[in-house]
Each structure stands twice: as structure tokens, then as C-alpha cells.
């Protein structure tokens, strides 16, 4: 060639990615969208706290909504992460463990719909209950989430379609907070709540069934070093002087 340039060679993996990228990234900004407009029919800076609140008036349990959520998010990526990385297709991980942070929803809505004839502390019980599930649910789902999204988008547009699909889910998530403010000004507690939960589970099945059209192939089941062997390597590092340059042999 005049250029002097040879033709750049992909992967059967990265052929696949760049055939189907217009779409994945369609799909995945339609999945970030429904999800946020979930989320704001059911924050859990909000609407969670004052549902608990016509349960119960200790500060504590409506403080720990937030934390509990927080805490299931966060706990099983750190136990997760290194069986995650082994599998060779995350769609249908993905798929199978946001079940579970989707389906509490629907359970929050059918318990504000029997509370006013049900023993109220049986529900608030009850609502922890769906609110632990959800929130590990969530955790459990987070990582395979972010191997497929990071497998089915090429490396430079990451920035681009994470910025506009936090766009999205935010952007949307503030209309449907609002629309929530209107319901729980509408419609008398509890029914509101369950209306507010109920949307809420309606645009998470909207969500997941667009996060179910996204296009994923077989990739090499190739994950990082166990965590364990590299922690047992690190620590017999720093026992070590060294006595030359430091050769940089791991690459994260």
C-alpha cells in the first residue's frame, strides 16, 4: 500500500463487537432509560423511606433503607468478581441474576396493597425482607452488567455510551420522580405507594427486555490472576529488597 499502513486485523470477538455496535449501544441507552424511570417511581432516597415510615416511626429502619441497599449492592461484587471473569458469554448471568433485583418490587407493591388490612409490623418485616433481596440481587447482577457492557462496547467509546446512558437513567429517573410526587398527592396512602412500585417493576420488565436484545458472543474464558495469588505475591514483595530496577511482570 502507498500509505506504508497494514489493515488493521480483528478478533472474531472484536469483528462481532464493531458488526452489532450500532445496536448494542441502542439497546443499552433504552435499557439505562426504563430502569431510571423505575428507579424514580421507586427511589430509595424517597419514596422506600416514606412507605416505610406509615410502617414504623423509628429513624433507624427508615435510615438503614439507604444502607441496606447500598451494603447488597456492594458486598457480592467483591465476592463475585473472580468467578465472573471465567465465564464465556455474561448475557444470560446478567439476565438471570437482575431477576432478582427487579422482581422485590412487585412484591413491595402487592404488600402496600394488603397493608391496611394486614398486621402492619408482619409487613414492615416483610418489606426488609424484599428490600435485602433487592439490594443483593442487585450486587449479584453488577458485575456480569459491566463485563457485557464493557465486552459489547470497544474500549474507546466506553466513555461515550457510560456518559450517555447515566444521561438517561438520570434524566428519566427525575420525571419519574416527579410523576411520584403527583401520585403520592393524588391518591391516598397506601395505594399510592403500591401504584409508585407497581410502575416501578412495570419499567424494570421494560428495561430487561431490552437489556435481553443485546448481541453478545462467545469471548475466551481468559479472567485476571485469583486474587488470592496475587495478594500472596504482593505480600512476599514487599518482604524483598531490591537490588535492581523493578520489573514490572503483572499486567493490570
Not at 74 to 98: C, D, E, F, H
Not at 160 to 178: E, I, M, W
Not at 197 to 213: E, I, P, Y
Amino acid at each position: 500500500m502507498s500509505s506504508g499502513r497494514m489493515p488493521l486485523m480483528l478478533s472474531p470477538v472484536e469483528a462481532f463487537v464493531r458488526r452489532h455496535l450500532r445496536f448494542n449501544f441502542i439497546v443499552g441507552l433504552m435499557d439505562g432509560g426504563a430502569f431510571g424511570l423505575g428507579m424514580g417511581f421507586g427511589s430509595f432516597a424517597a419514596i422506600i423511606p416514606l412507605f416505610v415510615h406509615h410502617l414504623t416511626d423509628s429513624a433507624l429502619l427508615i435510615g438503614l433503607v439507604p444502607a441496606i441497599h447500598n451494603m447488597g449492592w456492594q458486598l457480592p461484587q467483591l465476592l463475585t468478581a473472580n468467578w465472573i471473569s471465567g465465564v464465556k458469554r455474561y448475557r444470560p448471568l446478567t439476565l438471570a441474576m437482575t431477576i432478582h433485583e427487579r422482581l422485590p418490587f412487585l412484591g413491595l407493591a402487592l404488600l402496600a396493597l394488603l397493608l391496611p388490612g394486614a398486621h402492619r409490623p408482619t409487613i414492615l418485616i416483610l418489606t426488609f425482607v424484599m428490600l435485602v433481596w433487592q439490594g443483593f440481587g442487585a450486587g449479584m447482577a453488577a458485575n456480569p452488567w459491566t463485563n457485557l457492557v464493557s465486552k459489547v462496547i470497544p474500549q474507546e467509546m466506553h466513555g461515550t455510551f457510560f456518559g450517555a446512558q447515566s444521561a438517561a437513567f438520570n434524566g428519566l429517573a427525575g420525571v419519574s420522580a416527579l410523576l411520584a410526587g403527583l401520585i403520592l398527592t393524588k391518591l391516598e396512602a397506601p395505594t399510592s405507594f403500591s401504584v409508585c412500585f407497581a410502575l416501578t417493576f412495570l419499567f424494570m420488565v421494560l428495561s430487561f427486555v431490552f437489556l435481553a436484545l443485546t448481541r453478545e458472543t462467545d469471548s475466551p474464558a481468559a479472567g485476571p490472576p485469583h486474587s488470592g495469588a496475587l495478594l500472596k505475591r504482593s505480600s512476599r514483595s514487599c518482604g524483598t529488597t531490591p537490588t535492581s530496577e523493578p520489573s514490572w511482570g503483572y499486567a493490570f
